[in-house]
């Protein structure tokens, strides 16, 4: 075999591995470009706001419908505390890092006590006070309740206190009758909506897409891929820089020849 015919050959077999391999990374090229784009522009996407909702991939991210740490109910009302997050039936009051205590109802407020503090809400869960040590409110909140007399009572590692009824002044009492508030499970419809909503806030859409453009989302075999991606890239770029330079050198001994 001559060594022009032996060049033509290999000219043949680099245009068809370039092909063909142009062809496989095509996806991935797409993959990398489209989610680039979206991490160019996170901000303008709102992709650190946005959250996942599909069960698949939060189930993928192990993720799994959380349980509600307590909850308790005040009149018609649900208060329940997910993680961190408290909620007013479905409506989300906040984030507190002390423990959901109780809840009542206490004329046209709602009352909530965590570990060391009380939230005074409207009936519509708007925000009024929130009620520490500050205030005299104390310590070791076990369990808040109302007395006969409709007063708020509290009971604490150190005992049980009363306030007057604007709660700016608090008295030890003895062991008296209360109406405690208990904690008690969820309704069924309630529960799901709100295991719902405390999943769905937990998985951003930008990592999704970092990891996408990572891979991995495929965990260690997903960046495996993506540095093959990167490998194949090179050979393109390699392979048709090749095939361009052997054109040129053929045309020009084409053109010599003539």
């Known amino acids: 075999m001559t060594r022009h015919k032996r060049r033509r050959v290999s000219t043949k077999s680099m245009y068809q591995w370039h092909r063909y391999i142009g062809v496989s990374a095509a996806l991935l090229v797409i993959l990398l470009a489209i989610t680039g784009l979206m991490l160019n522009h996170t901000s303008e996407l709102a992709l650190d706001k946005s959250y996942v909702t599909s069960p698949a991939l939060l189930h993928h991210y192990g993720i799994d419908p959380p349980r509600a740490s307590s909850s308790f109910a005040a009149g018609p009302h649900w208060i329940s505390q997910w993680d961190k997050q408290l909620y007013l039936d479905t409506a989300p009051l906040g984030k507190f890092s002390e423990a959901l205590t109780g809840a009542v109802l206490l004329q046209d407020m709602l009352v909530i006590s965590l570990n060391n503090s009380l939230l005074i ?96 989302i495929l965990g260690n075999a997903g960046v495996w891929i993506m540095d093959t991606a990167a490998i194949l890239l090179l050979f393109l770029a390699l392979s048709g820089s090749w095939l361009w330079l052997m054109r040129l050198i053929r045309n020009r001994h084409r053109h010599k020849k003539h």
Do not use: C, F
């Open 121 to 216: 809400y409207t009936r519509d869960g708007e925000l009024i006070e929130k009620m520490g040590a500050a205030q005299g409110i104390p310590t070791g909140i076990l369990a808040i309740g109302t007395s006969a007399e409709n007063r708020l009572l509290l009971k604490s590692a150190n005992g049980m206190h009363v306030a007057d009824e604007a709660l700016l002044d608090w008295q030890s009492v003895a062991a008296a009758a209360a109406n405690w508030s208990q904690p008690s499970p969820l309704p069924a419809t309630l529960n799901d909506d709100l295991a719902r909503l405390a999943r769905n806030g937990r998985l951003s859409v930008e990592r999704v897409v970092l990891d996408l453009h990572s891979g991995r």
